[in-house]
Each structure stands twice: as structure tokens, then as C-alpha cells.
């Protein structure tokens, strides 16, 4: 209910108003420039960009707007019926008011979300790493690992996205050190740009320790989110790697450590080094690292862009100290918070489990 109430403070809020106005006629004023004869190509080609990010803004404001007004009605009736005490009536109309109700806060989300900029790279696949915290918590740092990689995993799998491992890391207890994995779908780095940073867990561990240890324990661990580029995006020099193969080490069957099918990929100008050991054939092991490394290069080009129009963004990954996290998932508390937007979420279990992030 807060949430819904949050969003139509936005909606009406003035501002937000005049703006949506501004960008209504703008959009009937592109609209009847199209249709002008005096425009030349160059002027037709970006009018027409910009009426294709005005339209569905446009529309969806206009749908809510005619929702309101039928809202309106809906309220007088209701109050008209309430006078007359035709129960009957009033109820069906409480009903449909409800539903309109629902049908306007949810147009309203449709709407912000059209509202927020579009950056270059959110049609972009991406590879999503996840690692261990080194700094604190020792083996719930592994756990939560494990827990977030697999949550990602719901995620695309939600989302219909393609999730295809490339590295696994398994911890002796269970848990995970690290894991990289490929996304490709959909807008999947727009849906998963904001999951860079430092993820904090506090809880009290479930098995495994004494009585007097049973206490709240925190880790830490950290998530990467790299655009995917494209074979044209970034090009490697075959002169600049060094490729060695050694024997793949975790879980395989027998496979493992029989073959030198895992692959590592060293960025001699760099020094940036990737590994794959997912596969058993050692040359889709390959193709996959070069995969890799084409990200994490295409990265530091994005990162030297975006330095030089904000200076002060900070890298996704950090120290991995707690002092940097974005997200802390508290168990005893049954709470998720984003400090970025003091943001707080109950139900953790469900929030970790669904289709949702």
C-alpha cells in the first residue's frame, strides 16, 4: 500500500506534472513536424528518433490520464450511491474502483520507467562476476556467495535469459569463492547495471558452531556487472596473450583432472588474466576466456568514458569493505536495505528466492 501511495505522490507531485506537459506537446510538436514537406532528410531522420522516445511517454500519459478522469466519475457514483444506501451497487462500484485504482499505479511505474535515461549499453548481454569478501566472515562469505550467484541465476532464468556459466569456484564447505557467468536476453545489462558493488550479509549462521558462537555474524561479498561487447567492439591482438592450459580442479566427474581442458588467458599490455574450465573441450574453453577478456577490456574503456564526464564515480568492485557496501541483507531482521537509496525490503527469503531483484 505505502509503495502505491509513494508512486501516486510522484504522479501528482508538480513538477513532475509540468514536465510530463512539457514532453506531451513536444511529442505533437515533433508529430506535426514529420508531416511538414520544408524538412530535408538530416532533420526528418532526428525528428524521427526523438518521436520514438516521445511516443510511448506520450501515450502512457494520456492512458492515465483518462484513467483518473473515469476514477472521478467512479467517486461520484459511489458517493451518489452511498446516499441513496444502494448497498448492492456501492459494493460493485468499490470493486471496480479498486481495480481501476490498481490499473493506474501500475501504468504510473510503466510510466517512470520510461522516464529514465536510456545509457549506451543496456541492450547490452553482460558477464556477471560474483567473489568471495576477503576481508571479514570467512565461510558465511562463501555461503552468501553461493545464495546470490544463485539468485542471479532465478533471475535470468525469470527473465527467459540465456545463463551460461564460464567459471565456478566451489568452496570446501559448500559454499563459493567465485563464479562468472554469461547473460545474454533481452535489455540484460539495463535490468542489472545497478548490481555492481559490495553486498553485506548478516545473520546467524545455522549449523556448524558452538553455542557460545551462536551469534550474528557479517560478511561480505562482491558483484561485477560488465557490458558484453560485440567481436567488432574490441580488438585483441593474438601477439599480446598468453594462453596456458592446466587441468580443471572442482566439480566434473570424471572428466577432471584427466585433461588439460581449463584454459587461462593473460592480457600481457594490461596484465588482466582470465580463466575458463567449464567445458571439456579446452578450445570452447578458450573461445569463452577470449570472450571474457574482450569484456573486461571493453570495461575499462567504458570506465576511461565515464571518468572523464564523472570524475568521481566510483569502480563496482572496490576494496570489498564493508564501509563500500551498496545492499545489506539482514536474516535476523528479515531485512534487505539499499544504502544507495535508503531503500528497506521485508521477507528476505522470498527476496533472495523470486524472480525479482
Same mark, same amino acid.
Given at each position: 500500500m505505502k509503495k502505491h501511495q509513494d508512486i501516486q505522490a510522484l504522479w501528482k507531485h508538480e513538477t513532475v506534472q509540468k514536465y510530463l506537459e512539457t514532453l506531451s506537446k513536444e511529442y505533437q510538436q515533433v508529430s506535426h513536424l514529420l508531416n511538414a514537406d520544408s524538412i530535408n532528410d538530416l532533420e526528418q531522420k532526428a525528428l524521427r528518433t526523438r518521436w520514438a522516445n516521445l511516443s510511448p511517454i506520450a501515450a502512457a500519459f494520456q492512458?492515465?490520464?483518462?484513467?483518473?478522469?473515469?476514477?472521478?466519475e467512479l467517486n461520484a457514483m459511489c458517493r451518489e450511491l452511498d446516499s441513496r444506501d444502494e448497498k448492492q451497487l456501492l459494493e460493485l462500484a468499490l470493486e471496480e474502483k479498486e481495480t481501476l485504482d490498481k490499473k493506474i499505479n501500475m501504468l504510473c511505474r510503466k510510466l517512470f520507467q520510461l522516464l529514465v535515461p536510456k545509457e549506451?549499453?543496456?541492450?547490452?548481454?553482460?558477464?556477471?562476476?560474483?567473489?568471495?569478501?576477503?576481508?571479514?566472515?570467512?565461510?558465511?562469505?562463501?555461503?552468501?556467495?553461493?545464495? @546470490?550467484?544463485? @539468485?542471479?541465476?532465478n533471475y535470468a532464468d525469470y527473465k527467459r535469459w540465456t545463463f551460461d556459466i564460464v567459471n565456478y569456484m566451489p568452496a570446501e564447505i559448500g559454499g563459493l569463492h567465485h563464479a562468472a557467468a554469461h547473460i545474454s536476453g533481452d535489455d540484460v545489462y539495463r535490468h542489472l547495471k545497478y548490481e555492481g558493488g559490495t553486498h553485506r550479509v548478516q545473520r546467524i549462521p545455522e549449523t556448524g558452531l558452538s553455542s557460545r558462537m551462536q551469534r550474528i555474524h557479517t560478511g561480505t561479498m562482491?558483484?561485477?556487472?560488465?557490458?558484453?561487447?560485440?567481436?567488432?567492439?574490441?580488438?585483441? #591482438?593474438?601477439? #599480446?596473450?598468453?594462453? #596456458?592450459?592446466?587441468?580443471?580442479?572442482g566439480?566434473?566427474?570424471?572428466?577432471?583432472?584427466?585433461?588439460?581442458?581449463?584454459?587461462?588467458?593473460?592480457?600481457?599490455p594490461t596484465g588482466l588474466t582470465v580463466e575458463c574450465q567449464?567445458?571439456?573441450?579446452?578450445?570452447?574453453?578458450?573461445?569463452?576466456?577470449?570472450?571474457?577478456?574482450?569484456?573486461?577490456?571493453?570495461?575499462?574503456?567504458?570506465?576511461?568514458?565515464?571518468?572523464?564526464?564523472?570524475?568521481?564515480?566510483?569502480?563496482?568492485?572496490?576494496?570489498?569493505?564493508?564501509?563500500?557496501?551498496?545492499?545489506?541483507?539482514?536474516?535476523?531482521? #528479515?531485512?534487505?536495505?539499499?544504502?544507495?537509496i535508503s531503500y528497506d525490503a521485508r521477507n528476505i527469503k522470498v527476496t533472495v528466492a523470486r524472480e525479482s531483484i
Open positions: 492512458e492515465i490520464r483518462e484513467a483518473e478522469r473515469e476514477l472521478q549506451k549499453y543496456d541492450r547490452s548481454h553482460v558477464i556477471l562476476e560474483v567473489t568471495a569478501g576477503r576481508t571479514t566472515g570467512g565461510d558465511i562469505c562463501q555461503q552468501f556467495t553461493k545464495e @546470490m550467484f544463485e @539468485m542471479y541465476q562482491s558483484v561485477i556487472v560488465l557490458p558484453q561487447p560485440e567481436e567488432v567492439d574490441v580488438k585483441v #591482438d593474438p601477439k #599480446d596473450l598468453r594462453i #596456458d592450459t592446466f587441468r580443471a580442479k566439480a566434473g566427474g570424471q572428466h577432471v583432472n584427466k585433461t588439460d581442458s581449463a584454459v587461462r588467458v593473460v592480457h600481457l567449464q567445458e571439456r573441450s579446452q578450445q570452447i574453453n578458450k573461445e569463452i576466456a577470449l570472450q571474457t577478456l574482450r569484456a573486461k577490456l571493453y570495461q575499462q574503456i567504458i570506465e576511461k568514458q565515464l571518468s572523464q564526464e564523472q570524475s568521481a564515480r566510483k569502480l563496482q568492485l572496490g576494496t570489498r569493505a564493508q564501509s563500500e557496501r551498496i545492499r545489506t541483507y539482514n536474516f535476523t531482521q #528479515d531485512r534487505v536495505t539499499d544504502h544507495r
